[in-house]
Nanobody
Framework: QVQLVESGGGLVQAGGSLRLSCAPS????????MGWYRQAPEKQREMVAL???????NYADSVKGRFTISRDNAKNTVYLQMNRLKPEDTAAYYC?????????WGQGTQVTVSS
Protein backbone atom coordinates (compact mmCIF):
# COMPACT_ATOMS: atom_id res chain seq x y z
CA GLN A 1 0.00 0.00 0.00
CA VAL A 2 1.23 3.46 -0.90
CA GLN A 3 0.36 6.75 0.75
CA LEU A 4 1.32 10.21 -0.40
CA VAL A 5 1.68 12.92 2.20
CA GLU A 6 1.57 16.51 0.98
CA SER A 7 2.60 19.64 2.79
CA GLY A 8 3.35 23.27 2.12
CA GLY A 9 0.03 24.77 1.14
CA GLY A 10 -1.33 27.94 2.66
CA LEU A 11 -2.35 31.53 2.13
CA VAL A 12 -0.06 33.91 0.30
CA GLN A 13 -0.37 37.29 -1.35
CA ALA A 14 -0.18 37.65 -5.09
CA GLY A 15 3.45 37.72 -6.20
CA GLY A 16 4.54 35.53 -3.32
CA SER A 17 5.94 32.03 -3.25
CA LEU A 18 5.12 28.65 -1.77
CA ARG A 19 6.78 25.26 -1.96
CA LEU A 20 4.73 22.09 -1.90
CA SER A 21 6.20 18.74 -0.90
CA CYS A 22 4.93 15.23 -1.47
CA ALA A 23 6.50 12.22 0.16
CA PRO A 24 5.37 8.67 -0.52
CA SER A 25 5.41 5.92 2.05
CA UNK A 26 4.72 2.23 1.94
CA UNK A 27 5.65 -0.15 -0.85
CA UNK A 28 7.88 1.97 -3.09
CA UNK A 29 9.57 0.01 -5.86
CA UNK A 30 10.01 1.88 -9.09
CA UNK A 31 8.34 5.22 -9.51
CA UNK A 32 7.64 6.14 -13.11
CA UNK A 33 6.06 9.57 -12.74
CA MET A 34 5.35 12.02 -9.97
CA GLY A 35 3.50 15.26 -10.34
CA TRP A 36 0.81 17.67 -9.34
CA TYR A 37 -2.72 18.40 -10.41
CA ARG A 38 -4.92 21.17 -9.11
CA GLN A 39 -8.61 21.80 -8.91
CA ALA A 40 -10.30 25.11 -8.29
CA PRO A 41 -13.95 25.37 -7.26
CA GLU A 42 -16.31 24.66 -10.15
CA LYS A 43 -13.41 23.95 -12.49
CA GLN A 44 -11.99 20.77 -13.91
CA ARG A 45 -8.88 19.23 -12.44
CA GLU A 46 -5.86 20.25 -14.47
CA MET A 47 -2.31 19.00 -14.70
CA VAL A 48 0.18 21.44 -13.24
CA ALA A 49 3.54 19.73 -13.56
CA LEU A 50 5.10 16.29 -13.73
CA UNK A 51 8.52 14.75 -13.57
CA UNK A 52 9.43 11.43 -15.15
CA UNK A 53 11.90 9.00 -13.61
CA UNK A 54 14.64 10.08 -15.98
CA UNK A 55 14.22 13.69 -14.92
CA UNK A 56 12.20 15.09 -17.79
CA UNK A 57 9.56 17.58 -16.76
CA ASN A 58 6.38 18.99 -18.23
CA TYR A 59 4.31 21.98 -17.19
CA ALA A 60 0.93 23.49 -17.88
CA ASP A 61 1.26 26.58 -20.03
CA SER A 62 -0.31 28.65 -17.28
CA VAL A 63 2.57 27.96 -14.86
CA LYS A 64 5.59 27.78 -17.16
CA GLY A 65 8.32 30.10 -16.00
CA ARG A 66 6.78 30.45 -12.54
CA PHE A 67 6.61 26.90 -11.15
CA THR A 68 9.42 24.37 -10.90
CA ILE A 69 9.01 20.68 -10.15
CA SER A 70 11.90 18.70 -8.74
CA ARG A 71 12.50 15.39 -7.07
CA ASP A 72 14.82 14.13 -4.37
CA ASN A 73 15.49 10.61 -5.57
CA ALA A 74 16.99 9.53 -2.26
CA LYS A 75 13.76 10.43 -0.46
CA ASN A 76 11.39 9.82 -3.38
CA THR A 77 10.00 13.22 -2.53
CA VAL A 78 8.71 15.61 -5.15
CA TYR A 79 8.59 19.37 -4.72
CA LEU A 80 6.69 22.10 -6.47
CA GLN A 81 8.27 25.51 -6.11
CA MET A 82 5.65 28.12 -6.96
CA ASN A 83 6.81 31.68 -7.56
CA ARG A 84 5.01 34.82 -8.67
CA LEU A 85 1.74 33.33 -7.56
CA LYS A 86 -1.49 34.72 -8.96
CA PRO A 87 -5.04 34.64 -7.59
CA GLU A 88 -5.94 32.24 -10.39
CA ASP A 89 -3.48 29.74 -8.91
CA THR A 90 -5.87 29.31 -5.99
CA ALA A 91 -6.88 25.66 -5.87
CA ALA A 92 -6.50 22.39 -4.07
CA TYR A 93 -3.23 20.83 -5.22
CA TYR A 94 -3.00 17.07 -5.45
CA CYS A 95 0.19 15.08 -5.66
CA UNK A 96 0.18 11.85 -7.64
CA UNK A 97 2.57 9.02 -8.32
CA UNK A 98 2.58 6.34 -11.00
CA UNK A 99 4.21 3.05 -10.12
CA UNK A 100 3.86 -0.25 -11.97
CA UNK A 101 0.84 0.97 -13.84
CA UNK A 102 -1.03 2.22 -10.78
CA UNK A 103 -1.72 5.84 -9.95
CA UNK A 104 -1.74 6.93 -6.32
CA TRP A 105 -3.09 10.26 -5.06
CA GLY A 106 -2.44 12.44 -2.09
CA GLN A 107 -5.18 13.99 0.00
CA GLY A 108 -4.65 17.46 -1.41
CA THR A 109 -3.33 20.68 0.02
CA GLN A 110 -5.01 24.05 -0.34
CA VAL A 111 -3.23 27.00 -1.92
CA THR A 112 -4.95 30.35 -1.66
CA VAL A 113 -3.52 33.45 -3.32
CA SER A 114 -5.01 36.77 -2.28
CA SER A 115 -5.02 39.77 -4.58
Amino acid sequence: QVQLVESGGGLVQAGGSLRLSCAPSGSIFSINVMGWYRQAPEKQREMVALIISGGSTNYADSVKGRFTISRDNAKNTVYLQMNRLKPEDTAAYYCYMVQRGYTYWGQGTQVTVSS
